[in-house]
């Protein structure tokens, strides 16, 4: 054998690379394949089926149209178990399956300590019911002091899961990584979950954490997680603790990366950010769906403009570089106020923000640059584009103002924007930006605007963008399901604009040859 194969790192590469239907193959070449195979073939499971199936099928039968076992395991087949579990880094437990049911008796009749059977997993996904009693069995295996991540879904809470959940801070004591999902659409607060909190609580190390249904009592035990950086909250029940305002004044969270809100209500939202003291984080993202009931024209725009007040006011305005806020409701109505938008000024490190409402947002050339001069390291921007664009009806940027735009936020490196591409008077076509372009950008969304000239639109976007390479179009999708003359022909010039943009970057790379 070559010297090379003798070294373990060379090993393990070779196994990494070669295809998942190989390895076992690969492992009975040789011995020095042998390890170096089985630990890739069994690091990342999708399943607990290959656990199970390691085991000869004889080991099983039925009783009563139940799953036995037909003898208890000899210590070969334990040891065989072993073998294969220790190498384990991740499952992956999607659906249901009878495996599951399997492999709980054969954890029930394990002979050694619980946190021996998956001495070295790191990381437990488990999207179907983790509340039978089958399931509870395996997670009380599962749970062991390597395990840094873990998702599970409760739909609802069992006797049995409980008793093994209120172990988790004991069990997994390194835990840094928890999504809680539901499985399914939620009916109203879950009476379980102050019980589920308890065991939460007590994970010192936790940095990340996805919960649903959390009330004040809740909220005041995830700000005590002291290693906390990531928080997920959904508030999407048809009843919410966050449905009136709260009585106390919280804490707030004082040191936090990334905050993100699911909410179906406005006032929940309010409410939430109502009771905050301070929020402390770089990145705060929200996340509109159905509401339980859509309030008026003028009562939508009110509320958000209301909301943006209340989070300048509670957000450390220093320390928070994104913000994100996506409505995924297509009946919302459009905001044609720019001056809502004004509270998010006071943001003055913010790098990136990103605002998709499902109709269109009103704004001016001179709203525009307004709204963008206090943004100095703005690199991402993007505000809905993906409607069709009625100019009887809103107001949209021209090129004037992404002119004025790139002047203010010289560090842009994406940039989505419905704007008006047929008002091009006053801008020099050979040096449309004058000493104002940006290499930075590779990104590049206009919505679907309609455009007249798509050979003067591609001069005006190399002019401003030399290192752009096309117009993203994927707005058009959505204009697609609204077809009449006009749009049809604004897409065939937008691809026109493309075609353009292609030809000016391929005669920029072309060298130049001197000819004598």
Request: glycine content about 4%.
């Amino acid at each position: 054998m070559h010297p090379a194969l003798r070294i373990l790192e060379v090993l393990d590469n070779i196994s990494l690379y070669v295809g998942q239907k190989s390895l076992p193959a690969l492992a009975s070449t040789c011995r020095a394949f042998e390890n170096p195979a089985l630990n890739v073939l069994w690091r990342n499971l999708e399943s607990v089926e290959p656990i199970v199936k390691c085991l000869p099928s004889e080991l099983f039968g039925t009783n009563r149209k139940f799953p036995v076992l037909q003898k208890p395991l000899d210590h070969k087949m334990w040891d065989t178990l072993s073998r294969y579990t220790s190498r384990v880094h991740s499952i992956t437990q999607s659906r249901k399956s009878k495996f599951i049911e399997l492999l709980s008796l054969i954890i029930l009749s394990y002979p050694s300590a619980p946190t021996s059977f998956f001495p070295n997993l790191r990381q437990l996904t488990w999207f179907t019911d983790a509340t039978t009693h089958d399931a509870a069995v395996f997670l009380r295996m599962a749970l062991v002091p390597s395990l840094l991540s873990l998702t599970v879904q409760i739909s609802p809470a069992s006797p049995a899961f409980l008793s093994v959940f209120s172990s988790l801070g004991t069990l997994c004591p390194r835990l840094q990584c928890m999504t809680l999902d539901h499985g399914r659409s939620i009916d109203e607060p879950s009476s379980n979950l102050p019980f589920i909190m308890q065991p939460i609580s007590q994970l010192r190390h936790l940095r990340g954490l996805d919960i649903w249904g959390v009330g004040i009592q809740e909220i005041q035990q995830i700000m005590l997680l002291g290693a906390l950086q990531r928080l997920v909250l959904a508030m999407v029940s048809p009843s919410s603790a966050w449905d009136k305002p709260s009585p106390l004044q919280l804490p707030g969270f004082r040191n936090l990366r990334a905050l993100t809100i699911k909410v179906n209500a406005f006032k929940r939202l309010m409410n939430f950010f109502s009771a905050l003291t301070i929020v402390r984080t770089k990145k705060v993202t929200v996340r509109l769906t159905h509401p339980v009931t859509l309030p008026t024209h003028a009562r939508v725009s009110t509320m958000f403009s209301e909301f943006l007040a209340i989070l300048q006011e509670r957000c450390d305005n220093n320390k928070l570089e994104f913000f994100t806020f996506t409505a995924d409701i297509t009946t919302i109505p459009e905001i044609t106020e720019f001056g809502f938008f004004t509270s998010l000024r006071a943001f003055r490190n913010l790098t990136h923000l990103d605002i998709e409402w499902g109709s269109g947002i009103s704004m001016s050339d001179k709203e525009l640059c307004y709204l963008t001069e206090a943004w100095p390291k703005l690199q991402v921007l993007r505000i809905c584009c993906c409607f069709t664009v009625d100019l009887d009806t809103i107001t949209v940027p021209t090129f004037h103002g992404l002119i004025c735009l790139l002047r203010l936020c010289p560090a842009l490196t994406s940039l989505t924007l419905a704007i008006d591409a047929t008002k091009l008077d006053g801008i020099d076509l050979k040096c449309p930006g004058g000493e104002h372009f940006t290499h930075h950008l590779k990104d590049l969304t206009l919505g679907n605007s309609i455009i007249d000239s798509p050979l003067n639109v591609a001069l005006i976007l190399s002019g401003l963008f030399p290192h752009l390479e096309q117009v993203n179009l994927d707005c058009w999708d959505t204009a697609l399901l609204l077809l009449t003359y006009h749009s049809t022909l604004a897409i065939e010039h937008w691809v026109s604009v493309n075609d353009f943009l292609r030809g000016f970057s391929v005669v920029r790379e072309r060298p130049r040859h001197i000819v004598s």
